[in-house]
T-cell receptor
Framework: QKEVEQNSGPLSVPEGAIASLNCTYS??????FFWYRQYSGKSPELIMS????GDKEDGRFTAQLNKASQYVSLLIRDSQPSDSATYLC??????????FGKGTTLSVSS | DADVTQTPRNRITKTGKRIMLECSQT?????MYWYRQDPGLGLQLIYY???????NKGEISDGYSVSRQAQAKFSLSLESAIPNQTALYFC?????????FGPGTRLTVL
């Protein structure tokens, strides 16, 4: 059974701080990795994808991938109250659908 | 217009009724997916389809069936609804790995 694990949170950070969200996965054959943001009652929206080991930056967001450790993380710099949401990690092996973690709830206080 | 639409957006039904949820997309993607989301459980894959002639079961397909009527349409049916199928249902599409979600259908089975 392929698994994607995330701490459920809530992760609470003050406005302007760095939020660090973590995800581990069980299938070593996984090839693509995604972070989605989901506001309560809304659909998930893609934040970032990452395919190679290392860091990938997009604005205030940085995704980090370490395939040897089977670990993916998302850093949010200069966190804003509008970043308060549930963040879903998703992992894919070629030829199958995404497997999602249960999500980490982030709360940014002003 | 939204790229991925789901109908209905909300539905209340009774135990034993047959229910169909519909998903349409204008993104031109070949791949379509159905997920359900329960509070605290993340997104669970019900069925997925990589093209019109391809249908695959996900991790929780029991009690559900699907029909891929065309590249742009993918329907989910509950043959005889039961209360534990009360959930938020999402359709998603992709051309490769990256999935894009519809707005969701909130289904309540009494």
């Amino acid at each position: 059974q392929k698994e994607v694990e995330q701490n459920s949170g809530p992760l609470s950070v003050p406005e302007g701080a760095i939020a660090s969200l973590n995800c581990t996965y069980s299938d070593r054959g996984s090839q693509s990795f995604f972070w989605y943001r989901q506001y309560s009652g809304k659909s998930p929206e893609l934040i970032m994808s990452i395919y190679s080991n290392g860091d990938k930056e997009d604005g205030r967001f940085t995704a980090q991938l370490n395939k040897a450790s089977q670990y993916v993380s998302l850093l949010i710099r200069d966190s804003q109250p509008s970043d308060s949401a549930t963040y879903l990690c998703a992992v894919n092996q070629a030829g199958t659908a995404l497997i999602f973690g249960k999500g980490t709830t982030l709360s940014v206080s002003s | 217009d939204a790229d991925v639409t789901q109908t209905p957006r909300n539905r209340i039904t009774k135990t034993g009724k047959r229910i169909m949820l519909e998903c349409s997309q204008t993104k031109g993607h070949d791949r379509m997916y159905w997920y359900r989301q329960d509070p605290g459980l993340g997104l669970q894959l019900i069925y997925y389809s990589f093209d019109v002639k391809d249908i695959n079961k996900g991790e929780i397909s029991d009690g559900y069936s699907v029909s891929r009527q065309a590249q742009a349409k993918f329907s989910l049916s509950l043959e005889s609804a039961i209360p534990n199928q009360t959930a938020l249902y999402f359709c998603a599409t992709s051309q490769a790995d990256t999935q894009y979600f519809g707005p969701g259908t909130r289904l309540t089975v009494l």
